[in-house]
């Protein structure tokens, strides 16, 4: 027995990350949180720190860093692991409600769902 099964081929792709589509997204939180401050690039290349400081020092910023929460998820409209990032603050405010809520609690005990609609500029989340 090995540590990898016989035949084992790595994934071409990386990491999946969860994608909010239009309507209803049904998750499970699985994992901790990690949090930090996430800026883009001028040539869309995602620059993730612990500090606000140390990401707006970055030459070719496209704009403001935002604040992030990431997680691993169970998304059960795509039946699959995923890496959640957040950096919506409705969502976010949202989960942190439920989170000090003494009849929610902890996240990772129950399913999630958010509601996303609308594009652009004009999308909400509920």
Known sequence: MSFLPENYEQPASGGKYTKLESGTTRIRIISNSIVGWLGWTKDNKP???????IIKRI????????????????????????LMEIT?????NAIMELYKSSDWGDPK???ITINKKGEGMSTEYH
Do not use: G
């Not at 620059?47 to 400081?53: A, E, F, L």
């Not at 030459?59 to 699959?80: G, I, K, M, S």
């Open 47 to 53: 620059v993730r720190d612990k500090s606000k400081d």
């Open 59 to 82: 030459d070719n910023l496209r704009d403001q860093p935002r604040h992030f929460w990431a997680f691993l998820v169970w998304n059960y409209n795509t039946t699959q692991i995923e």
């Open 88 to 92: 919506q603050r409705t969502i976010q």
């Open 109 to 111: 005990l129950y399913d």
